[in-house]
């Protein structure tokens, strides 16, 4: 009779002003942790002895653990859980149910409802829940769903509500809360349209050339170049099903993208990286992400100072909106005139912040991702953000990193019979590449010579267009000063797609169901 009685009270102080949920507001009062009281957090070192001495199951579930590389040696208890396992079964803080059910996935929310509902992962969470507190829950991207299953799970969600963050992450919206942050967009208009001759008449002040975005989607498939009607016809029915979509003026530009974290305290800005776009050696999509540069002298002082201006100012507008903790920007360079302008917004973690949690600046502090994690946590903390975004911004905190995210490029479909190990490469003078050693952190791989490979697609699955194979992170740069891949990068490029073989399926209705069942099917980015 108890028990009911015990699981009443329990819930009742988890949602206490003392202890708020995830989605609450925290409060100010000292949090009590056991027979262990903690004052106030207010500086660097209380939030690393916080983490560090963490007792409450944190997890990142996702596709893979790609996005938060190394997130564990700062956070006690920390797990990722992941529907591929990248290290096959060495590493010990990342689960991976052993048992897989046939599912057609269309979205990563689908892959983390999978994963919540799966017997194995419930239990391996229960094993490790305190009562009916089964810890925290982190992802890349989640649903209304995910949400519910966490709720049942007793999970708490670090991050806002899933209905406010799909409001924030539409394009569209985008480019209002930058308008009225004071964060300008590439000149254009917001407009429905319903033919060619609508797309001309709306945007007759923009030029002929121009790109069109719908509101939601992964840039490589949903931006579209259009400087002719027949470029308009590939993508009429897109574009036409579409409430409402951004229209632009094309311009000379280069991509970048920077990673903040809004908080009670104010807006923590990372440093502006450099965006690998459309190389067709790395992705089969125009307009299609597949990697990042992190070095100071990216660009002028300049432009990385407006950059993180225009970054904190949209950081605060978030809060004002309701929306607290991780996000990335893009930027558009314009290298004629050196505007820089609000390309979108992701309101979560990204493929960038596996460079933005490993830099000089995050080890010489905190990662980036522990702002986030304070946030969502029960401590009271009022740090000096100004102080740390001054300290951060300087040149010398920001040491030189580049990732490559390999996909197959080619129209073709096969079973993969081998595939290179994730760990530390090396690649000798003439640019031929080998495997070195085991690995799980980027920052194995010690000087420009050797890269660290996190391998996404491996012997078994299949390997079609636009599958992800995976990703080398290597310190120095990857692009030479006119952002074009250097000597290195392609040499990276090919050795490592060089370790990758396949069998080919040959019936084409093979072929089809292969895709279908593949993890993206070619349809979304599970990174």
Known sequence: ???????????????????????????????????????????????????????????????????????????????????????????????????????????????????????????????????????????????????????????????????????????????????????????????????????????????????????????????????????????????????????????NCRGSAIEACATRCGTVVGPL???????????????????????????????RDKAREYTFKFGEALREEGYRGYFELDFLIDMDNGEVYLGELNPRVTGASSLTNVAAFAHSDIPLFLFHLLEFSDVDFDLDINEINERWSHPDSVDSWSQLVIKHTDESVDLLTQAPRTGVWKMAGDGSVSYDHYSYHPHAAENDSEGFFLRISGAGDFRYEGADLGILITRGRLMDDDFQLNERAKAWIDGIRGQYAGQSLQDPVVEEVAVSHAVGGGNFKIL
């Not at 016809?233 to 979509?245: D, F, N, W």
């Not at 459309?278 to 089969?284: A, I």
């Open 1 to 251: 009779m108890l028990e009911p009685l015990i699981r009443l009270l329990r819930r009742l102080f988890r949602n206490s002003p003392a202890a708020p949920a995830a989605h609450q507001a925290p409060g100010a009062s000292p949090v009590t942790d056991g027979a262990t009281t903690m004052s106030k957090i207010t500086t660097i070192a209380d939030v690393r002895r916080h983490f560090l001495n963490n007792q409450e199951p944190i997890y990142f579930i996702s596709a893979t653990n790609f996005n938060l590389l190394g997130i564990g040696d700062w956070v006690g208890n920390f797990r990722h859980i992941n529907y591929i396992d990248c290290f096959e079964g060495q590493q010990r803080n990342v689960f991976v149910p052993k048992e897989k059910f046939p599912r057609d996935f269309e979205s990563i929310e689908d892959i983390n409802n999978y994963l919540l509902e799966h017997k194995e992962v419930i239990d391996f969470i229960q094993s490790r829940s305190d009562g009916e507190n089964a810890g925290v829950a982190a992802f890349l991207m989640f649903d209304e769903h995910t949400e519910e299953v966490c709720q049942q799970l007793g999970l708490r969600v670090a991050f806002p509500p899933a209905t406010l963050r799909q409001r924030m992450d539409n394009k569209i919206e985008t480019v209002r809360i930058g308008n009225k942050a004071g964060v300008p967009s590439v000149p254009n208009v917001l407009a429905r349209v319903g033919s060619y001759q609508e797309l001309c008449e709306v945007s007759k002040d923009l030029g002929n050339d121009l790109v069109v975005q719908t509101a939601f989607g992964d840039s490589g498939h949903t931006t579209f170049f259009i400087a002719s009607e027949d470029d308009y016809y590939k993508h009429a029915e897109e574009i036409e099903a579409e409430s409402e979509v951004k229209i632009m003026k094309r311009i």
């Open 273 to 303: 990286m450099t965006e690998l776009v459309g190389f067709k050696s790395l992705t089969p999509y125009k307009g299609g992400w597949c990697g990042n540069e992190m070095f100071a002298g990216a660009f002028t002082q300049e432009i």
